[in-house]
């Protein structure tokens, strides 16, 4: 995603927030059937079926209809993408919507002349209904077949062409490495490396609280509150923007290093991770502390493994977790007597000693693909010649309906 700094007017502003506006109705009226049809076990509607309602639903709402269609449409296709992710495990539920929090919509079927170059610095982005609105043109402009425009939370607009990241060829050498997710070490490498992935600093941690208490105290509407909002936007914004970019050099940086990058499957990681206390592991005093720390891991985890399967497309393997910490990457003796802390292994058969981390991230490296059928979590892992597609369709097909 290429992200520019866009610049609507305030008549172009009001336009957008109303595009915003119809994508968030129609997303979270999607949200709305979607929860009632799974609660009563109900097949859930597709698609085409939301695009038929759609259609029903601008016939009786003169304010429906006087948006953009690609603009709702654009929102219910986003559902199903969302819906499908979720059930493959590879992201959250879809949820509710929220003014002022969710403020974007997309646009597709963009024709080469939607995007021109107005002058060195700035160009300008076709717009349905709302016309061309100037953005600043601070790099290259790969113009795609779609974009998203967003309204980020402290009250910038953005707009983002989406473009796939070009891939990143291997070294071409067999490497292959394992990763292992943890919270001392964000990612540990199976060659020891350990990276940290840059969290809120403390000094930060302490202006949203007081940001907070300021917006809890602040009128209804006030001037104030709008202000202190928009400050705790801007913090919020700093702080994504720190971790993206950190994902993006580190992906980069793996997809060139190693031909085979191997990596939890998350659709099982997720149930064995509170049994292996890694995340859900805090002490008293850092509980809260860790909380937020854990949630930021696990967006950024999905994030990092999304952005390595673009970058090194059909190179990334999804292995089963279990008893990746337990496990003797040397002799396969398997024991929870072998974690004797958070940071240290130590076989109790061959006598094996190393950080635990390192450890698990080896076992991944040697791990066993899953497989459609999930694989088995017994037995000694088997190392097989990757089996690339098999493993990918495998993974990326929703395991039920
Ligand atoms: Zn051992």
Not at 29 to 40: C, K, W, Y
Not at 106 to 131: M, Q
């Amino acid at each position: 995603m290429a992200r520019y700094r866009l610049y609507p007017t305030s008549a172009e502003e009001h336009a957008l927030l109303e595009h915003c506006a119809h994508a968030r109705f129609v997303w979270n009226l999607a949200v709305e059937q979607h929860r009632r049809s799974t609660e009563g076990q109900r097949r859930t509607q597709g698609f085409g079926e939301h695009c038929r309602q759609l259609t029903e639903a601008r016939a009786e709402s003169a304010w429906l209809a006087s948006g953009s269609c690609t603009v709702q449409q654009q929102a219910l296709k986003d559902f199903a993408v969302c819906t499908a992710a979720w059930r493959s495990g590879r992201s959250g539920r879809p949820s509710w919507r929220k003014r002022g929090r969710h403020e974007s919509f997309r646009i597709v079927a963009v024709r080469p002349d939607h995007v021109r170059r107005t002058s060195r610095r700035f160009g300008s982005v076709f717009v349905p209904k709302v016309g061309h609105v100037r953005f600043r043109w601070s790099r290259p402009v790969r113009v795609a077949k779609s974009f998203r425009i967003k309204q980020e939370s402290d009250g910038r607009w953005y707009v983002a062409f989406a473009t796939v990241p070009a891939s990143v060829p291997g070294p071409g050498n067999g490497a292959v490495v394992g990763l292992d997710r943890g919270v001392v070490s964000s990612v540990t490498l199976s060659t020891g490396e350990m990276y940290r992935c840059p969290m809120p600093r403390s000094a930060d941690i302490t202006r949203r609280r007081r940001l907070q208490r300021r917006l809890a105290r602040a009128e209804r509407g006030s001037n104030r509150r709008q202000r202190t909002k928009r400050a705790l936007g801007r913090l919020t914004v700093r702080e994504v923007d720190r971790r993206r970019d950190w994902i993006e050099k580190l992906s980069t940086e793996l997809a060139r290093r190693f031909d085979l990058i191997r990596v939890e499957d998350l659709r099982i990681g997720n149930m064995v991770r509170s049994a292996r206390g890694t995340i859900d592991h805090p002490s008293r005093g850092s509980r809260c502390k860790a909380r937020l720390d854990g949630r930021i891991l696990s967006n950024g985890w999905g994030l990092l493994v999304r952005r390595l399967e673009d970058k090194a497309a059909g190179r990334v393997e999804r292995v089963h977790p279990a008893f990746t910490s337990q496990r003797c990457s040397v002799c396969s003796y398997r024991s929870s007597e072998n974690r004797k802390s958070q940071a240290v292994f130590l076989c109790g058969r061959c006598g094996h000693r190393a950080n635990a981390d390192v450890n698990a991230a080896r076992n991944i490296a040697a791990g066993r693909v899953v497989t459609a059928r999930g694989g088995g979590p017994t037995g000694p892992p088997v190392n097989r010649e990757p089996r690339h597609s098999a493993s990918l369709v495998a993974v990326s097909e929703p395991s039920h309906r």
